[in-house]
């Protein structure tokens, strides 16, 4: 039954979305150095603990029925009015990195329950149930891989493999989702696929705010090359040690970082590289440095030029490690191939922004996402809103109120199309 609003006229409320989505972000506030406002939940820590109660407050109050699997996926559903059809879904994740922003991830499934109070406060019903999810450890930041959680629910990883990750801090995953309340007891992998899954997310780059667009219709992610490097030199004494005796771990960590550099130049077009982290030991003013950690990102959306870069990288990394008379390993983080969108999931995404009024533009995704591992189980598609300066995972993230909402009713009407209103 609906209260006689036609659904394809429906928009959401920008402000109580706004309103949510500050709500969260106060769990765990950071301020950046601009005095931005941002968040910092690392994945199953104490604040994504409370955000996470949060936000399952809030689906609770929605009257969503709210199930916790075994890698504390959570998803809340909305009934459909036929019992056979499958989930809708919509959603995202909450964790944050360290330096984290307002909006990744969060807009996602806010957006879903923002869809939700909508569509019953004008009493209206779908076909198929809705369900609004976010995904554990969707950012990889202290567990790797990235989106961990949608990767187990789509059954790229086994259960038990994910549990006995271990974070950076040294904590094991499985344990820390005890520790937090949040290992579910409902299957995971999903017994069911959904009908189809559709995400919206902030873009994270600078091209739809460049070209002036409102909304982008994601076409795919690009492939992702996670490795861990440990160089393995020799400690000694920084004023007594010439320098033609030495094996410094140091050195050739930052000369493989400089490469990294100089390879995302040669390589041209889309290839991305990224030394985000690397540790040094003893980590003394006037030692050798006798071990390096460091990790290396690499991004493209040819899976052939990533293969390539991974090659390079591995060549000259033991070069570099023969020069100076070290020992280099290497371990995999995280692995994936560029994902392709379902086009049709692409070209409703596409058709209803313009509906809307929105200017709109095809575009990859160049952050990982818990759409990219939904598209293993069924059509899935995701829906972008600007990035003020194309800033992302920093405080100073920044999306215009108006593109949030642009966005959330975009989510809206696609759900909609999808779930078919009854
Ligand atoms: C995770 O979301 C990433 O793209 O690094
Ligand atoms: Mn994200
Ligand atoms: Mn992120």
Redesign the pocket.
């Known amino acids: 039954m609906s209260d006689g609003t036609d659904a394809t006229s429906l928009r959401v409320d920008g402000d109580r979305l706004l309103e949510r989505l500050e709500a969260l972000a106060a769990i765990g506030p950071i301020t950046g150095p601009d005095g931005a406002r941002g968040s910092s939940r690392l994945a199953l820590t104490d604040e994504d603990r409370d955000g996470r109660d949060l936000v399952v407050t809030w689906m609770r109050d929605l009257g969503l029925d709210v199930a916790i699997d075994e890698i504390g996926n959570v998803v809340g559903t909305r009934a459909g009015t036929d019992p056979a059809a499958a989930p809708v879904m919509t959603g995202?994740?909450i964790d944050t990195v360290r330096s984290g922003g307002r909006y990744?991830?969060n807009l996602g499934v806010l957006a879903g329950l923002e869809v939700v109070e909508t569509l019953e406060r004008h009493a209206v019903q779908t076909r198929h149930p809705l369900a609004v999810a976010f995904f554990t450890n969707?950012?990889g930041a202290r567990f790797q891989p990235d989106m961990l959680g949608s990767l187990v629910y789509a059954g790229g990883l086994a259960l038990e493999d994910a549990l006995d990750v271990t974070a950076i801090d040294g904590a094991t995953l499985g344990a820390e989702l005890r520790r937090i309340g949040y290992a579910g007891p409902v299957p995971c992998p999903a017994a069911r696929a959904p009908h189809a899954f559709v995400e919206l997310?902030i873009e994270?780059g600078p091209v739809l705010e460049a070209a002036a667009i409102g909304i982008g219709a994601v076409t795919g992610v690009q492939g992702i090359s996670w490795q861990e490097l440990t160089i393995d030199g020799q400690a000694n004494h920084a004023g007594t040690t010439p320098m033609t005796m030495r094996h410094d771990a140091g050195l050739v960590a930052g000369q493989i970082a400089a490469f990294v550099r100089q390879l995302t130049g040669e390589l041209g077009g889309h290839q991305v590289g990224t030394v985000g982290r690397m540790d040094l030991h003893p980590n003394l003013v006037n030692v050798v440095a006798s071990r390096a950690t460091m990790t290396v990102d690499l991004r493209n959306t040819d899976e052939a030029v990533l293969q390539e870069a991974e090659a390079r990288l591995r060549a000259r990394a033991s070069e570099l490690a023969a020069a100076e008379g070290v020992q280099v390993a290497s371990r995999v983080l995280a692995r994936f191939e560029p994902v392709s969108f379902d086009p049709l999931v692409v070209d409703l995404v596409e058709a209803t922004a313009r509906r809307l009024g929105h200017t709109t533009m095809r575009l990859p995704a160049g952050?990982g996402?818990d759409a990219q591992m939904l598209a293993r189980l069924c059509p899935a598609g995701m829906i972008f809103t600007p990035s003020a300066g194309g800033v992302s995972h920093n405080p100073a993230e920044h999306t215009a109120p108006a593109d949030l909402a642009a966005g959330a009713d975009v989510l809206l009407q696609v759900l909609l199309a999808l779930a078919q209103v009854a």
């Open positions: 995202s994740h990744d991830g969707e950012e997310h994270q952050a996402h």
